[in-house]
T-cell receptor, first 114, second 115 residues
Framework: DGGITQSPKYLFRKEGQNVTLSCEQN?????MYWYRQDPGQGLRLIYY???????QKGDIAEGYSVSREKKESFPLTVTSAQKNPTAFYLC?????????????FGPGTRLTVT | AQSVTQLDSQVPVFEEAPVELRCNYS??????LFWYVQYPNQGLQLLLK??????LVKGINGFEAEFNKSQTSFHLRKPSVHISDTAEYFC?????????????FGAGTRLFVKA
């Protein structure tokens, strides 16, 4: 079955540590996205990538970094510079950004930093 | 640029009653509209979308939405809800920006279906 996998489902870290969230898709999609979800705030775009080796900042990129070395993979690193990292993180993909394609979402990773 | 407003943060309703979840948008360009559903601790999945054509769009699980350009609205409706419809619902608008289409999500409406 095609889809998006995110791992782990729950992640706990101490303040000051960097942490990397995994996102893999087998839908052959060109575009991939990372969102942060906080209660009552909907989804906010962190980074997106249109194609391998290219990515763009979203609305709340500060304190985060990404890479896109393979079409299937778009890992997100939450750095120690991110002031409020505790949140639910969602990865998504779509065919591309040249048309209003629907986005397909992974199950999410809940990150807790103490 | 575009924006989307979901007018209700929470909607409680009894099982088998009708429900309407409201969504308004603003945009300086043509828009394309989506409703997604999120069950607890899961990702989002598409309920329905409006790209062009008939303004009444039917989706999965018996939901439908109507695109109203004059009122800049895309409200989601279901004539009779089930307990299993309890979830969070997100309205999203996609519009053409420099470099491609950008999608903006609303803050979400939490639907509680009571027995």
């Amino acid at each position: 079955d095609g889809g998006i996998t995110q791992s782990p489902k729950y992640l706990f870290r101490k303040e000051g540590q960097n942490v990397t969230l995994s996102c893999e898709q087998n839908l052959n999609h060109d575009a991939m996205y990372w969102y942060r979800q906080d209660p009552g705030q909907g989804l906010r775009l962190i980074y997106y990538s249109q194609i391998v080796n290219d990515f763009q900042k979203g609305d709340i990129a500060e304190g985060y970094s990404v890479s896109r070395e393979k079409k299937e993979s778009f890992p997100l690193t939450v750095t120690s510079a991110q002031k409020n990292p505790t949140a639910f993180y969602l990865c998504a993909s779509s065919t591309g950004i040249a048309y209003p394609y629907e986005q397909y979402f992974g199950p999410g990773t809940r990150l807790t930093v103490t | 640029a575009q924006s989307v407003t979901q007018l209700d943060s929470q909607v409680p309703v009894f099982e088998e009653a009708p429900v309407e979840l409201r969504c308004n948008y603003s945009s300086s360009v043509s828009v394309y509209l989506f409703w997604y559903v999120q069950y607890p601790n899961q990702g989002l999945q598409l309920l329905l979308k409006y790209l062009s054509g008939s303004t009444l769009v039917k989706g999965i699980n018996g939901f439908e939405a109507e695109f109203n350009k004059s009122q800049t609205s895309f409200h989601l409706r279901k004539p009779s809800v089930h307990i299993s419809d309890t979830a969070e619902y997100f309205c999203a608008v996609s519009g053409k920006n420099t470099g491609g289409f950008k999608t903006i999500f609303g803050a979400g409406t939490r639907l509680f279906v009571k027995a």
